[in-house]
Each structure stands twice: as structure tokens, then as C-alpha cells.
């Protein structure tokens, strides 16, 4: 079998299934696992296929996500604790940035209670939840992304690099081993990319259907951050290769 029709042949498999092993493929194409592998290699640097350890599962691609407005509907009960298990990481006096997106904003309940806490944020609703508390909260202005209700561009993150925190949390459209951190808009990712470079702990919340996924921006690649916070959904090869890259796995 040519390499190229082997490796069509291979796609459409993964496709069809979600996932395969090398084991599998060496039986269904009677080739060696060593070619396999090769092109699975091959495949994953295409984006065609996520390699796991001992196969390859599907990448699918994220396109853009609807309005924060709508997606607060999404997936509800995991960003919840999702939100609840991430703002458990936060302690009394820190400093924390908070990004924009529905799960980041799931947070927000759980840190009313934390002493002497400063949040620096860049999302309106955030800033809304929070106006009213005792938290010391700062603001960072810039240009308004109507549809994340966030502030992004050149003026925001001029203002991000002036701060220094404890931990950033973030949310994410897509995240793939292999291709990173992605995202829809290249106005938001530059600026959450400057977002993860002030704080020494960076934080991705992410529920399960942003895994396996790739986007059209590439922010930054998966060993910028130092935990993720998913819930129980996750697949399990994905949580398996974000742990062999040194990333911290919490799952609500």
C-alpha cells in the first residue's frame, strides 16, 4: 500500500472511531508498527490526527464559539465546578487575573470570601460580579470584543504588563498536545498570551469539549500553563499526554 493512500486510509479509520492503537493498524493494514508510527508522526505535524501514546485519536476542529452569552447555557453543571475547584487554588492576600470567557467567570462565587484579595481583570461581566464586593479590583481597559464582552488589543495589554500575580486563570477554545493552545480571534489571543506572562502559576479552565481541538491562532503551547482545571469528562489520552508534558490535571 502506498503511503499516501495508507495514511487516507488511516485518517478515515480514526475518524470513523474516535481513536486507534498502533496494535490495531499494524492488523487492519498488515504493515509494520514501526511505518505506523512514522505516519502517524507525519499525520499528527498536519494536524491530521492527535498522537497518544500508543495510537492516535481524532483532532476536531473548533471553529468559533458563539457569544459568552449563549455558551453560559454550555455545559453548565461542569463549569460550575469546574469555577468552584479552580477558586480553591486562590489564598488570602494573593493577587489573581482573571480572564474572560464562561468558565473563568464560574470562579467568581467562590472568591467572595477569600481575604485581602486583588483581582485584575479584563472581562466585563467579571467586573460586574464583583463590583460590589470587598475584593480590591482592577480594571484594564482597551478594546471591547463585544461578543467575549472582554477588553483586548495593544492599549490592554500595554496596561496587563504593568501588574505582577500570584496565579492567571484563563479560558481556552481549543487545546491539543501537539498544536497548543489555540483560539478564534487574534486580538484575544495576543493579549492573553502577554496575560500568561505575569504571573508564576498560569491557569487554563477548560471543560471537556475543548480538548482534542484546534483553532485557527495558536496562543501558546501547552507547557506555558502549570495546571489545567477540567472536569471528569476529559479524555483520558489527552489527560494521560498533558501529564507526560509536565501540565497538572485537576479534574472537578
Known amino acids: 500500500m502506498l503511503k499516501k493512500t495508507r495514511q487516507s486510509e ?16 499494524n492488523r487492519l493494514l498488515d504493515v509494520s508498527e514501526a511505518t505506523i508510527r512514522r505516519d502517524l508522526e507525519q499525520m499528527a505535524n498536519r494536524g491530521w490526527v492527535q498522537r497518544t501514546h500508543g495510537g492516535a485519536i481524532k483532532v476536531e476542529p473548533a471553529g468559533s464559539e458563539p457569544p459568552i452569552k449563549q455558551r453560559l447555557r454550555k455545559n453548565a453543571a461542569e463549569k460550575e465546578r469546574i469555577g468552584k475547584l479552580a477558586a480553591s487554588l486562590v489564598r488570602e492576600g494573593e493577587t489573581i487575573f482573571l480572564g474572560s470567557g464562561s468558565t473563568v467567570r464560574e470562579m467568581t462565587p467562590h472568591l467572595l470570601n477569600i ?12 467586573v460586574n460580579q464583583l463590583a460590589n464586593s470587598e475584593i480590591e479590583l482592577i480594571i484594564i481597559g482597551g478594546m471591547l470584543r463585544q461578543s467575549e464582552l472582554s477588553m483586548v488589543g495593544h492599549v490592554a495589554e500595554q496596561a496587563i504588563r504593568e501588574f505582577r500575580a500570584d496565579h492567571v486563570f484563563i479560558g481556552i ?7 497548543g493552545l489555540t483560539g478564534d480571534y487574534l486580538p484575544e489571543a495576543i493579549t492573553d498570551r502577554t496575560i500568561l506572562g505575569i504571573a508564576p502559576h498560569c491557569v487554563i479552565v477548560a471543560d471537556h469539549s475543548k480538548f482534542g481541538r484546534v483553532n485557527s491562532v495558536f496562543l501558546a ?32
Do not use: F, Q, Y
Open 10 to 25: 488511516i485518517r478515515r479509520l480514526v475518524d470513523e472511531r474516535g481513536h486507534i492503537t498502533v496494535t490495531e493498524l
Open 115 to 126: 481575604p485581602n484579595l486583588t483581582v485584575i481583570t479584563n472581562s466585563l461581566p467579571i
Open 173 to 179: 477554545t481549543a487545546i491539543d498536545v501537539r498544536h
Open 221 to 252: 503551547p501547552v507547557t506555558a500553563v502549570h495546571t489545567v482545571v477540567t472536569d471528569s469528562e476529559a479524555s483520558p489520552e489527552i489527560v494521560a499526554e498533558l501529564k507526560r508534558e509536565g501540565v497538572e490535571l485537576l479534574l472537578a
